[in-house]
């Protein structure tokens, strides 16, 4: 097979149909035949998938800008993967395809869990699809409840015969569709045990475990001694299991810490909580403010100064104003 990967367009899986939407327990969802999927479309573990060798899924891929990135980025590639023909697998089980071109974060891949909380919710049974992802993935749709045998690491070209699509839902529009987070919570907070250990109700979340793209903590003496006047707890969920991760933020009411995917536990966070994120002025990109408004969340953000007289020189590493920050912790209920 071959794929021109510059004629891909994104399309919507539900228009693609022949067959009516199905809808069980108010989960809508349709299936398509002969799904292609390329699991290292790009970088490993960035995958795609493609439907009548043209059209990719906004369903899969979440958002259509994603699929630009992901042509443009290929050309920068010396050697792109499925640049010439290839060999394709089969296989017949009905499946929801997880590898999409950001999923391998872990950030990203609790999107792709928006969509295993509603199939699993309608009970529709299929097997979950995965790149060789990092543990979480796994770890993650173990912890849910999804035997072993439904989960299927592909790490070459398949063409599933029957692959199962939800509505796009992602971080970006999450406040437009609250129960789709809902039916995740309520998953998860049925899988926990509620005589776990000692929790902590205000947060910290350090990053240096899997920081890949710079954006650490430049002051982390100052920072950590600030915080722990205010009684943070600093833990770094990288270093903690998927369901110790869930366990530490279940009864979070506070979560502070320096931009990154760790903030996407936001949305695992009691309703009505407080959220602080600190930032580089040279990127400020906050990705939870639907996560924040769909449940109730109050967020509070912090930037390093930044000006013409003295202009900002750690990139994207941040440098906490604690005088800033300071102002915000006075303000925290007691």
């Known amino acids: 097979m071959r794929i021109d990967f510059d004629r891909l367009e994104c399309g919507s ?61 290929r050309h920068r590639l010396r050697e792109p993967r499925y640049a010439g023909d290839f060999e394709v697998a089969r296989r017949t089980e009905p499946v929801c395809i997880l590898g999409s071109v950001f999923s391998r974060n872990f950030g990203h891949w ?27 993935a796994r770890a993650s749709l173990e912890f849910l409840g999804v035997e072993d045998e439904r989960i299927a690491v592909v790490d070459s070209p398949t063409m599933f015969t029957q692959a199962l699509f939800v509505e796009a839902v ?47 903590l430049a002051n982390p003496e100052e920072v950590h001694a600030l915080v722990r006047r205010y009684d943070f707890e600093i833990c770094d969920m990288a270093t903690y299991s998927f369901a110790d991760q869930i366990r530490a933020v279940a009864r979070a009411t506070v979560i502070a810490g320096v931009h990154g995917s760790q903030f996407v536990h936001t949305q695992f966070m009691p309703p009505r909580s407080i959220v602080i994120e600190c930032f580089s002025p040279m990127y400020v990109n ?39 920050l300071s102002l915000v912790l006075e303000s925290l209920p007691q």
């Open 110 to 136: 609790t999107e792709e869990l928006l969509k295993v909380a509603a199939l699993e919710h309608a009970g529709a049974g299929c097997t979950y699809v995965i790149p060789p992802f990092p543990s979480f």
């Open 170 to 216: 992602s971080h970006q529009n999450i406040a437009q569709h609250p129960w789709r987070l809902g039916l995740l919570r309520e998953m998860l907070a049925h899988r926990l045990d509620d005589s776990a250990g000692e929790t902590h109700t205000r947060l910290w979340l350090e990053r240096n475990a899997m920081v890949a793209n710079t954006g650490g």
């Open 13 to 73: 899986a539900f228009a693609m149909s022949a067959e009516p939407l199905r809808e069980v327990r108010g989960v809508g969802f349709v299936t398509l035949p002969d799904v292609l999927f390329l699991p290292h479309a790009l970088d490993e573990g960035q995958g795609l998938s493609i439907v009548r060798q043209r059209t990719v899924p906004v369903e899969a891929i979440l958002d259509c800008w994603n699929l630009g990135f992901l042509q443009r980025r």
């Open 286 to 324: 906050p990705s939870v403010l639907e996560i924040c408004r769909a449940l109730g969340h109050s967020y509070r953000q912090v930037v390093s100064r930044c000006n013409t007289v003295t202009p900002y020189a750690l990139g994207r590493d941040c440098l906490v104003d604690c005088e800033h």
